[in-house]
């Protein structure tokens, strides 16, 4: 799960931060409204973890441009603000979660994992295409109910394409979804052609019928 973390508190982001890549999700940061607002412009989140008070605006105002903006990004308020009417004010404006501060990173974790689930259709939080199954909870992948064991990257990647089958999926929004912000540093997707081709070897050697399709100068497809 990719996953921007709106704090201006330092120590309580970098521990935030350290949890959630502990969890295995993809993390982002913003210390600040402006910021905040301007990656909500550029880049896609699963979920977003809000502070109500930020230097430069209010986090009700990001989660207003996330509603208007950003509609599928499940959203979890956390502040120090511990008040009723924000905390009304803030589910009103369609906040999936109310997180008060302190709270324990393995409850900040457990919100996190119950607003993807209510997220998802008809309470099945598996992804499925073809004769694959593919679980998020568990970090697991079966073709024909038969385990198909993926590195990290390769089961990131998968689950993506997984998400938004039959969608023809940029190379550098690809990278950016599974490696981050920082892929800006690179200067080539050399890294990102590696992993997809292992994906597609071990795909076809299991006996999967999906298919990751290489578009020419664009990106790739996942072909059902």
């Known amino acids: ?29 913003a210390s600040d409204y402006p910021s905040a607002i301007d990656r909500l412009g550029v880049y896609a989140y699963d979920c977003a973890l809000v502070d109500i008070m930020l230097p ?3 986090g009700l105002d990001i989660l207003g441009y996330i509603r208007e903006n950003c509609r599928k990004t499940n959203v979890i308020i956390i502040s120090a603000k511990d008040s009723l009417d924000d905390k009304v004010k803030g589910l009103e404006l369609g906040a999936d979660d109310y997180l008060p501060k302190p709270f324990h990173l393995a409850e900040l974790s457990a919100r996190i994992r119950s607003v993807y689930r ?6 099945d939080f598996t992804y499925r295409a073809g004769n694959v199954v593919l679980d998020p909870d568990t970090n697991k992948v079966t073709v024909d109910g ?28 690809l990278a950016e979804a599974v490696w981050g912000d920082h892929i800006d540093q690179t200067d080539n ?19 999967a019928d999906i298919e990751l399709k290489a578009v020419y ?8």
């Not at 799960?1 to 993390?27: C, R, Y």
């Not at 209510?118 to 309470?123: L, T």
């Not at 100068?217 to 059902?224: A, D, P, R």
């Open 217 to 224: 100068g664009f990106g790739y497809k996942l072909k059902v």
């Open 146 to 173: 038969k385990d198909l064991p993926l590195l990290k990257k390769e089961f990131d990647i998968l689950a993506y394409f997984m998400q938004r089958p039959g969608h023809l999926v940029d190379k550098e929004v």
């Open 56 to 58: 430069g605006g209010s």
């Open 1 to 29: 799960m990719k996953i921007l973390i709106i704090e201006d508190d330092p120590s309580l982001l970098e521990s935030m931060t350290a949890a959630l890549k502990k969890d295995g999700h993809v993390v982002e940061t």
């Open 118 to 123: 209510r997220s998802r259709n008809d309470g």
């Open 189 to 207: 997707f050399q890294f990102l052609y590696a992993q997809v081709k292992n994906l597609r070897k071990k795909l076809q050697e299991s006996g």
